[in-house]
């Protein structure tokens, strides 16, 4: 229940009952891993129905709105041509202020607002953030001791994504930026791609060793095996279930025809 003039923004559809003080907001949300709620007074709202899909977006200004839906949307149709129908009858995106660039949760993404100036970072934000809707949520992991396991494909889809829409100059700058410098970056030597959040002693050396030499790691992975084929069976064979990072790994040697274990183990667990 919220005071007159306040927005909530959620991966659902709201039903509204008003009284003269305030707004009862209902709604439901099916085989959801993760649930958050954002609350301003401050919010313009925007909505579209595409394929079948409500397309929610909330943001401090009526363009950051309209920008934010429109990248939803884009995502949206890019994976799911590329992994199968986004699982969800709701997407929203919401923008507000965060210490990092974005969160998901199901049939839900938070965007940093200090990207709204940069509509490039913009879009890549919520594409990676759209991916998890696949990778997280429509397959889950165990976010605390294999955080890589979302981020890594996560990273990889938004860079395909970009080589989908903008080509390979733009891609290939974002490969050196978010995979190549990583891998040249000194980390402490007991920091790898496959260590638990807890290990990490901030968000600059997470994101250098889980997100950026996770996305070396798949790229190494796409020289050697066909990365979509085996995307698409995994999220085939792990829909709405929790796969290990023995899963994981069992699926790619299952691809590739051989044994992948050895290659993975020194981005997971090799010191670099």
């Keep these: ?5 306040f927005f909530c923004a959620a991966g659902t559809r709201w039903q509204e009952t008003a009284s003269p003080a305030a707004t009862r907001l209902t709604g439901s949300i099916f085989a959801a891993r993760d649930v958050a709620l954002v609350v301003s007074d ?3 709202k925007r909505e579209k129905i595409s394929d079948g899909i409500l397309i929610q977006s909330y943001a401090k200004s009526s363009d950051d709105a309209e920008r ?30 965060l210490p990092f660039d974005g969160a998901e949760f199901s049939s839900f ?40 396991q979302d981020e890594a494909p996560c990273e990889y889809a938004a ?19 978010r995979a190549d410098a990583p891998m040249r970056e000194t980390v ?19 994101g250098v060793v889980v997100y950026g030499r996770g996305l070396s790691m798949m790229l190494s992975l796409e020289n050697n095996i066909n990365i979509k084929d085996f995307f698409k069976q995994y999220l085939s064979d792990f829909a709405w279930k929790t796969a290990s990072r023995e899963d994981f790994i069992q699926m790619l040697s299952q691809t590739a025809g051989w044994d992948v274990y050895p290659m993975i183990l020194d981005y997971l667990d090799t010191a670099i």
Excluded at 1 to 5: E, H
Excluded at 111 to 140: C, P, R
Excluded at 188 to 206: D, K, Q
């Design 1 to 5: 229940t919220l005071p007159k003039g």
């Design 42 to 44: 401050q919010f313009y």
């Design 68 to 97: 934010s839906i429109r990248y939803a949307e884009k995502a949206l149709r890019y994976y799911s041509a590329e992994y199968g129908r986004y699982p969800y009858p709701v997407y929203t995106v919401a923008s507000l202020d």
């Design 109 to 148: 993404s938070m965007v940093s607002s200090a990207l709204n100036t940069n509509d490039s970072k913009m879009e890549l934000a919520i594409a990676h953030e759209t991916a998890h809707q696949w990778f997280g949520m429509l397959v889950g992991s165990d976010p605390i001791l294999n955080a890589w």
């Design 159 to 177: 860079l395909q994504y970009v080589k989908h829409f903008y080509g390979m100059n733009a891609y290939e700058q974002l490969v050196f930026v």
């Design 188 to 206: 402490r030597p007991e920091i790898t791609v496959g260590s638990p959040v807890s290990l990490f002693t901030s968000y600059e050396e997470y």
